[in-house]
DNA sequence: ACCGGTCCCTGTTAGC
DNA sequence: TGCTAACAGGGACCGG
């Protein structure tokens, strides 16, 4: 399950192939992977052919190739998307879903492979608007995202990220906070997994009504998220199965650093309670019932 | 404007 | 053993 530190160090695997080389042909192999492509695959493979790729950008769990037209290709990995480098073996993935060919280079692949199991990762090509939260005057050259995601918050480990501003948003939400924290217009970035583990590391239960905690509370979740994240990211992501690997195939280590997510009955590594798993918003929420008790007027 | 529910998808696993 | 149901879950979308 890709989520920002997933996210990036796909980012940071397709950064070190592609810059600086030119997409010859894209080959869309199944038409759901650029449904949010607004010409279809035929335009979708028009608008790469010939395109020189500057670099690989990200927000939250958004990815995007900035191209040297100005345009980009986004892509979301959804639950199970995954950019590849090279050739397959045979016989080819069976849900491979658009293939990218790069111009020949000594030495280098030529082929990334977007495959993806489930289909809920997409790929698009679309223009880049200014980033809208920054200052006009703040440079001459205003930084820019791509458009359909210009809703989308800056994320947890955004240098950028006003803080002040965003513990105020939190705050003024009507709703518990684990929705709050996977909303990703208020900040981005934050899944199921680290969702869960940064309110472990906080002592917070995921129905506490947003509005009944502190400026410094919110703060300490905000840090504990930005933590847990820079530490995913330092183990290369977390793997529960063949579902997230790098660009080279490769598993992250975090899973085996994780505190709650996914270890109902197994004892909290702080108190010995036993996580528990609850139903929520249709999916999971594991907690440990001392150190994050539930709150009296639970709101979810 | 904000909030919460639904749906999109497929492979694996648990349970009867 | 073979079937079905639950489960994984981000985000667009829609109705209140």
Known sequence: MPELPEVE??????????????????DVRHPRAVRRHAG??????????????????????YLWWELADGDALLAHLGMSGQFLIGDDDPPPHPHLRAALTLSPSPQ????????DQRTFGALAVVPMSPVCDEPAAA????????????????????????EGRLVAAMRARRTGIKRA?????????????YADEALWRARLHYARPTETLTVSRVTLLLSAVRDVMTEALGEGGTSFDSLYVN?????????????????????CRRCGSLVRR??????????????????????W
């Not at 160090?9 to 894209?26: D, F, H, N, P, S």
């Not at 924290?181 to 997994?193: E, F, H, M, R």
């Not at 139903?279 to 994050?292: D, E, I, K, L, V």
């Open 139 to 162: 440079s001459p050259c205003r930084p820019k995202i791509p458009r359909p995601i210009a809703h989308i918050a800056r994320d947890a480990l955004d240098p950028a990220l006003d």
């Open 40 to 61: 279809g695959a035929e335009d979708f493979t028009r608008r790469l052919a010939g395109q020189r790729v500057r670099n690989v950008g990200r927000r939250g769990k």
């Open 247 to 267: 660009v080279n195939g490769e598993s992250g280590f975090f899973g085996r650093s994780l505190a709650v997510y996914g270890r109902d009955g197994r004892p």
């Open 181 to 193: 924290l996977l909303d990703q217009t208020c900040v981005s970035g934050v899944g199921n997994i």
């Open 278 to 299: 609850d139903q929520f918003m249709n999916r999971s929420a594991y907690t440990c019932p001392r150190c994050q008790p539930r709150p009296r007027r639970a709101r």
């Open 108 to 115: 280098l692949p030529t082929l990334i492979r977007f495959v």
């Open 9 to 26: 160090v796909v980012r940071r695997g397709l950064a070190r192939w592609v810059a600086g080389r030119t997409i010859e042909w894209a």
